[in-house]
């Protein structure tokens, strides 16, 4: 099991570029998540999907769209990247109250 | 609005107990979690608390009381690997998590 993955782990971005972050996980989760953690600030909730095919904003969902493309896999999407999106990146998924957590995805944009 | 309140740092020694506490005012309520964060690394689960009252795991005890809106994450017989990141999450909805910025807790010989 290798339970959430994320790819890339780490990524250069000039303004305005566009990028794509993607998830997987194989515990059969229906609920997957996008977080940023910002030094000093926590995780905060970007997207998420309670199920396959339903996604829903969470608390700073502006400058992001996602896709649940099926139940593995949620990809997340900068279209047109800010030097404000500068973050690490946690995609996460659950079955119930517990979230288990990729690696992160340490996005920088210059 | 909503917001959780928490230390955003704690020291202790090897061996000793530590108390991190977190204060939660939000919209909705389904229960309090704790996470461990090492160095920037994947958060981990170490507890959920739906109702008043203290959960068990090991050297890890979690206190939660609805009517405070207030929670407690116990760590006794510290050791150095416990230095980390401790955030508090509320359960506001039936999958959202919001959580709080963090406790760094560092331990010292």
């Known amino acids: 099991n290798a339970g959430v993955t994320q790819t890339p782990k780490f990524q250069v971005l000039k303004t305005g570029q566009s990028m794509t972050l993607q998830c997987a996980q194989d515990?059969?989760?229906?609920?997957m998540y996008w977080y940023r953690q910002d030094p000093g600030m926590g995780l905060r909730l970007i997207y998420y999907?309670?199920?396959?095919?339903?996604?829903d904003k969470g608390e700073v969902p502006n400058g992001y769209n996602v896709s649940r493309l099926n139940k593995r896999e949620f990809s997340l999407r900068l279209e047109s990247a800010a030097p404000s999106q500068t973050s690490v990146y946690f995609c996460a998924s659950s079955s119930s109250y517990e979230q288990y957590f990729g690696p992160g995805t340490r996005l920088t944009v210059t | 609005g909503q917001s959780l309140e928490q230390p955003s740092e704690v020291t202790a020694v090897e061996g000793a107990i530590v108390q991190i506490n977190c204060t939660y005012q939000t919209s909705g309520f389904y229960g309090l979690s704790w996470y461990q964060q090492h160095d920037g690394g994947a958060p981990t689960f170490l507890s959920y608390n739906a109702l008043d009252g203290l959960e068990e795991t090991g050297r890890f005890s979690s206190f939660l009381s609805r009517s405070d809106s207030y929670g407690y994450l116990l760590l006794q017989e510290l050791q150095m690997k416990d230095s980390a990141s401790y955030f508090c999450?509320?359960?506001?909805?039936?999958?959202?998590?919001?959580f709080g910025k963090g406790t760094t807790l560092s331990v010292s010989s």
């Open positions: 515990m059969n989760h229906n609920s």
């Open positions: 999450a509320v359960t506001s909805s039936r999958t959202a998590l919001i």
């Open positions: 999907s309670a199920s396959e095919g339903t996604t």
